[in-house]
């Protein structure tokens, strides 16, 4: 079975990158007229190279510093390397900006070729052998095979062709190679239309396959396209993978609304975003610490945008350190997590460092929100559900389904980590939002829910010193903002569940939460539930109750609310409360009464009571409204609470 990998050249401008890909597969890839005339590459360059089961898709990139972000888009995507150095000419600054550049890029397999051995003497090219192994040493080429080549004698071009192979061998059964079935991704270099047949993108195709008909999307700006035609290395074919370079004939857009940067994928799988979260590294050779808040160059995918870094934990990064930072781009892009890219500086244009995306999406973190960044630090771990379990955390108190894991945590089976997320033990807590739909939040989250709803009632509590209970759509409505009003009445009823909060028919409360009275109060307080006890079956009303009292009289109405909150008191009416002891006769007496079924008028019971229709009538209501009694025609019998 072949496999198909994506090779890149690197190194300084005139090493004989481009002669040695000819050397290899026969083919000129500088194609440009400007590029003929000046006998450089500017232009991101293709060819393919076939060693024994191996298909290599070759881009040949520019190594002239101007055109560093044509090389930058070109290195997106390849497997391997093949580091040039003229052997004339030894090590130069692209040859260390390129090498970089691939450190950077994660690149984990390579071969160097020293070219242009026809020029150099034995002894010379030891010397330049030797600064090369220097410059590589603690890469991922400090094993590599260098190869002495010349491209214009056809010296070393066969043991190159070996050297390589070994070097795909190794590339081939990494877990990233194997991806070549499921979801499409492809970083778009190059745009260009083709009279009759519209717009063309290219592209390595970074994951899963394609094929003809397919519907995918262009990101940023999820604009749906459908695949007309498929080449690969000017062949047609009818599916792309993986590893391939790929020419994809698009219907749905003008080339027109493309530039390199965009990305076709199958749609879902991606999405724009503005920040990003990421591990930030400046290389040991800049020339300068990176400040907080700097603005740089960054190149993500094939795109290249401004983005200003927010360095978390610290005024600046030291050359060689490494941190934890969210990166604010100027326009969106598109990313996933574990996504390496490069920044550069403008003025002089360098290469400085670069990174790893652990959040494409997270929020804005806090300086000082610990938690968050903790989580953040957690997206880096080796441990997949680790990792799931804290982008589960960055979903909030909003849904996530188990496909978000694999961009937002890396996860290669997302639906068998969202399987054993759910299964552990207090990572994850599902509530029962309805009948059919549940929330799945990380416990943190839902223990954050649950604080913030408690401290929306103890805030009631201080704003409203003498109120004990508070009606629930009162404390309902701070949590409007949710949007979704059933994880907050999910949450709420768990912490009554909990009892941590009570429920009541008046409304809310928190257990043990007090009025705070001052001694006046607490005496007129008492005062008032002797009264009504007293009072009996004919208490009298609020008005009279204030009007009785020597002072504070504006305070009684508040104080038979708490009275009756606390179930000292009942409330009849607006204006007419009784003592429960003296509620709790009557309906002995009626109870009683009615048990013959025969039932009785509101006249009747005023004369079993002894009282007038002044406390009959309310009476009766609220009997009726708690289900005690019910209404017959113009009687009362005993209803299903009697
Ligand atoms: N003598 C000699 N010259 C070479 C060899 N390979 C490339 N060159 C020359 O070096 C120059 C730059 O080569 P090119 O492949 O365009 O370099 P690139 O910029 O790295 O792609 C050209 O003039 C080539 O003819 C070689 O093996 N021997
Ligand atoms: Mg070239």
New binding site residues.
Partial sequence: MVTDLILGTA??????????VRALTGVET?RLPEEKRR???IELGFAELVIDDFRLGIV?V??HERFVRNMLAGATGIDLALL?VAADDSVKPQTREHLDILRLLDLRAGVIAL?????ADAEWIDLVEAEVRELVADTFLADAPLVR?????GQGIAALRAALAAAAARVADTQLARRTRGPFRMAIDRIFSIAGHGTVVTGSVLRGQAAVGDELVIEPGNLPVRVRGLQQHERAVDQVHRGQRAAVNLAGVHHDQLTRGHELATPGLLRATRLITARVQLLPSAPQPLCNRRRVRLHLGTSEVMATVLIHDREELAPGQEALGQLLLAQPAVTTWGQPFVMRRESPMVTIGGGKVVGPDLPRLKADARQDWSYAAALCAEDEQVRAAAAVYFAGWGPWQPSDLARRAGVDDPDAVARQLLAAEGVIETLQLSPTRRAHLHHEQAEALRQRILAALANFYAENPRQLVFPAPQLAQRFDYLGDTSLYRAMLASLIDQQRVQESPAGLSLPGKGPRLSKHEQRLWQQLIDDYRQAGAQPPSVTELSQQASRNQAVVPQLIELAAAQGHLVRLTDQLYIHQEALESIREQLRASLANGAGLTVSQIREVLQTTRKYAVPLCEYFDRIGFTRREGDRRVLGAGG
């Fill in positions: 190194g300084h401008i005139d090493h004989g990158k481009t002669a040695l500088d006998g450089i590459t040949d520019p190594g040039v070219t242009k051995c026809d020029v080549t010349s491209a214009h004698r």
